[in-house]
């Protein structure tokens, strides 16, 4: 039999189906590769118990003929999501020992879908960070490691670090990310996988740990185009509990993989050729353009020309949304309480030691630039600028139906290798940041290997609501590219 952990979700649901193995086999092999592959550090929790049972359950469930659109499938979740009973942390101390009494509505509709849940996967500090560097749990690692004799330990991306490592390494099949300003598809073209984040809307917030309301949103992780358009199918769907999910129906996704790229217009910004990206990355890009023409599509040239703000009005909008949302962490609700003389004292012991130094930064940016002597000098602005960048992609969409850009400015660095100075690491988000602002569907998905032997994302952003055409374009880049390359250092353990 192939290992079962290198089966994709869609290989695996046939193999269920024909009774080629049990959806407790399929646990089991799981489980044995978390146990083999921990010093990856990918999952916080891990729930091995829960999966056996649940995995017991879809066995019974496919020997009735009910199968479930995600049966049997293992998978990983964020632990920004809140799991009923299931400790949840959002990979900070201030959080250590929450136990939700509630379950997320995208996680719950993954369960009634039919899927396993390992664990909980390890994320930068209340999703801020694009290393998996900021965690009370400690570094996630990436499974790759580069061809060139360096052999330092490499960030998996973030802030979805443990989900893109987990899948990368076969610890899960899939895993639910977030993504406030590129935290899916950053972590995915760091490791080789697809990742997509839908239109702002698609997917319910309730029960996810907020950072920046308006900029976060649920999306899946896998290792195909095809799982993500299944993930994201079940994943996807009003709520009346987030008030600002979106009444739509959702489509068939799985339907949009039609294979080719005809009648579509692919728009690419003049303003991501960005000075001083590597050579490698403006290469693939390069490909990247010509797999879509061969597959049919029409290449136009578009100018998103306020793309050199996104990141400074990023770097405003989501502190000053995060330290709102963090007000609530506050020694009485939620986590671990320091008690001091008093009240105010016990709020500030606890904040002190409980939040790491990144989200502090976060906090106090946030706070300064909602504050009310610079309110107008920073939020305000930035609030203007956010506008002109969403007008930037709809006079684009007047003109082409999607757009073609690199997922990252590079591929993944070692770990301490950018962490001196915030300024560098934010520039991670360059080109995904633009995407959030904006509320609109970006995937990433590999289209190559570096020169050092790491691999390499293509982003793909689509209209509003228009994921179907992000998934079909993304379906013929992972035909051309072929990526077959594998992480070298994922040790396999039978079940
Ligand atoms: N890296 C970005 C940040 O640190 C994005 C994080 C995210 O998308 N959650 O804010």
Avoid at 131 to 150: L, M
Avoid at 215 to 232: H, I, S, W
Wanted: proline share 5%.
């Amino acid at each position: 039999m192939t290992d079962l952990t290198d089966l994709t979700i869609t290989e695996a649901l046939n193999g269920l189906k024909a009774k080629k193995f049990s959806a407790t086999e399929l646990t089991r092999a799981h489980i044995a590769q978390m146990d083999a592959n921990r010093h990856l550090n990918a999952y916080i929790t891990e729930t091995p118990e829960l999966a056996l049972k649940q995995a017991a359950e879809s066995d019974k469930r496919i020997a009735g003929g009910q199968m479930g659109k995600l049966e049997g499938i293992p998978l990983g979740i964020k632990d920004l999501y809140c799991t009923k009973g299931i400790q949840t942390t959002a990979s900070s101390n201030i959080l250590k020992g929450f136990v939700p009494r509630y379950e997320s509505t995208v996680s719950q509709k993954l369960l009634d879908a039919g899927s396993v849940t390992l664990g909980k996967l390890s994320c930068d500090e209340f999703a801020m960070g694009s290393a998996n560097t900021t965690s009370a749990f400690g570094n996630v690692i990436s499974p790759w490691k580069r061809n060139n004799g360096d052999s330092r330990d490499l960030v998996p991306g973030g802030s979805s670090g443990g989900s893109s490592s987990a899948v990368s390494a076969r610890m899960c099949m899939g895993a639910t990310g977030t993504d406030t300003g590129g935290s899916i598809r950053q972590p995915a073209a760091f490791t080789g996988i697809c990742g997509i984040k839908p239109t702002y809307g698609r997917c319910s917030r309730w029960g996810i740990v907020a950072f920046a309301s308006s900029l976060d949103q649920a999306g899946p992780f896998a290792r195909t185009v095809e799982d993500c358009a299944l993930m994201l199918e079940v994943m996807s769907g009003h709520d009346a509990k987030d008030s600002t999910s979106a009444p739509l129906p959702v489509p068939d996704f799985s339907k949009a993989l039609t294979g080719d790229m005809k009648g579509l217009k692919v728009g690419i910004p003049k303003e991501y050729r960005m000075e001083g990206t590597p050579d490698e990355i403006l290469k693939s890009w390069d490909e990247g353009i010509r797999w879509l023409k061969d597959a049919g599509a029409e290449i136009v040239d578009v100018s998103l020309p306020h793309t050199q703000y996104a990141l400074p009005a990023y770097y405003i909008i989501a502190p000053a949304e995060c330290s709102s949302n963090l007000a609530r962490y506050d020694g009485v609700r939620y986590g671990p309480r320091i008690e001091g003389q008093n009240l105010k004292d016990m709020y500030e012991l606890t904040r002190a030691k409980g939040f790491g130094a990144e989200v502090k930064r976060r906090i106090m940016i946030g706070t300064y630039v909602l504050s009310a002597g610079y309110y107008d000098a920073y939020y305000i602005k930035a609030q203007k600028i956010r506008r002109l960048i969403t007008n930037d992609f709809l006079e684009a969409y007047k003109k082409c139906d999607v757009l073609l850009t690199p997922a990252t400015p590079s591929a993944a660095f070692a770990i301490g290798e950018n962490e001196d100075d915030p300024v560098k690491m934010y520039l991670n988000d360059v080109f995904t940041v633009t995407v959030n602002l904006a509320g609109l569907p970006g995937m990433s998905v590999p289209c190559g290997l570096s020169a050092d032997g790491l691999p390499l994302g293509l982003q793909i952003i689509g209209k509003p609501w228009d994921e179907a055409t992000v998934l079909r374009t993304g379906h013929v880049i992972q035909k051309a590219a072929n990526f077959v390359a594998k992480p070298q250092t994922i040790i396999k353990k039978a079940a």
